[in-house]
């Protein structure tokens, strides 16, 4: 077998031959990058091949995108592909269509062809690497045709690299240490929902309760003691070799949005997991403790109070919620009764900051950047702070036809006005961005002025001097958008939370295990909130991001990242650990 220490001895001319399947009929791309050997690491390999496709020219570019075959085309039925494309075709059944199948990846491939100049090309063997369904290729196909030129050919050439990303591991024999597990446990917990059709697990529902109790028999079997805590926390601790010592805690949340994604949050809990399970198997303790708290609720779903579970561990639980209903008039303290979970226990979940190490928490980035820049991982440097409101604005609803549009109180017009008010004031900023996420006329009609109208309001920054001034001109050009057109305006506030930056100790401490991996320390903001904002009023904390993938889409079913990208991120938090001081 061939491994990374005999492909940098090689001479060059040996190098490109061995890797010629890797990228297909393209030995262009090894032969330049073999001037970078030595390769520290099979990632920092796959980097310097990825970037020598970067640097060429456009018209290379191309030539390695039409060298690809078409998926399902007439070379795979004629069977003149190179060994690499039919392994990988008949990994996905696809030579093995049926007749309307077939005819319909004809249909796709002429249109894409028509529409691009080169095929369509896709890693069929998806991001575990085990294979995706044809069903799921002809749905991406199909939802691919829509892109545009500049954004298909640089998903295209994503796409080619994980490709070769895939080829490489079989030529070295990698077998993924930590990657394989964490796919596998995000299936089985993604198959745990509230509807039928999607995933949403929204706190305290039958699908929360069963993901909690999954949670907790995965802990166990991985070596730690595990519990369910009064707010329905999944708590795992795998206890140091000192008993004296002080707990670094890692985690994330196990809710969903409606419809959402499988490795939101849940990344953050399942692969520490996977580390844990690997340490216990090698009878290997830490000089520390180290809990994974799966916390219960971040996204407010249900209940519309985000962070209740790392609140909760930071001693902030606001009792009050427990008041709060859901939409079928549930409140938050009967939910948790019914779960068996007693609420005066709550406020002992605090913990002692003086206990505490500090908190790491690995996390899919939820946006393009890390995609963009052809990087698995990033390093987190702040969670931006976040305002959210709900806006209602109360017009006069009137006859479309007999009102004149100068006596019009129209609130939807309002509300017209103020969406592109903030677009304006947030554009430009260093960090800034403002979103209205929902925008609804109740009771609407065709022929009847909006007389309501209602709008969330949504604004974040690394700053909260930048964000608190943007919400300030923002609401005063809101106040004078209502005066002008005599609309009525009611505002409440759903969220106030500061900006949590990361701790430049534990960033550097991350940073650094990245670059031991053979990879670039990258730096980057997030925009969205997580449980390390909570966590941040008791300890020191830090971030690692994971490369999303689709565009960087997130809070939806095309949420995805691959196993080889969860193996590295392992990797590099295990060498954290092992590191921490």
Known sequence: MTTLHDLNRLDTAA??????????????????????????????LKLA?????RLAGEDEQLSLLRAHPELAGKAAIAGSLTAESTGEQAASGLDRCSAEEYAALHQLNAAYNARFGFPF????????????TRQAIIATFRRRLGNGLPDEMAEALRQVHRIAEIRLNGLLGVELVFGPSVMDWAEQLGAISDDADGLTCAYMTPAHRRSAALLADWMRAAGMAAHIDAVGNVVGRYAGTDPRAKTLITGSHYDTVRNGGKYDGRLGILLPLAIVKHLHARGERLPYHLEVIGFAEEEGVRFR?????????????????????????VSMRTALAAAGHEVADIPAIARDPASLLGYVEVHIEQGPVLLEQGLPLGVVTAIAGSSRYLLTLEG?????????????RDAAAAAAEIVLLVERRCTGGASLVGTVGQLAVPDGSVNVIPGRCRLSLDIRAASDAERIAAVRDIFEGIEAVCARRRIGLQVEKLLEAPAAPCAPRLMDALGAAVERAGLPRFDLLSGAGHDAMAMAAITEVAMLFTRCGNGGISHNPLETMTADDADIAATVLLDFLHHYQ
């Open 15 to 44: 190098f490109v031959g061995l890797l010629h399947g890797i990228y297909e009929h393209s030995p262009w791309i090894p032969e330049r990058a073999a001037a970078q050997r030595p390769f520290a690491s099979l990632a920092a």
């Open 49 to 53: 091949l990825q970037d020598v496709v």
């Open 121 to 132: 090309i896709l890693a069929v063997k998806g991001p575990t690497g085990q294979g995706l």
């Open 305 to 329: 109070s985000t962070f209740l579970g790392s609140n909760a561990v930071a001693g902030r639980f606001d009792m009050r919620l427990l008041d709060a209903l859901d939409a079928d008039g």
């Open 396 to 408: 006069l609803a009137s006859h479309a036809g007999t009102t004149p549009m100068t006596m019009r």
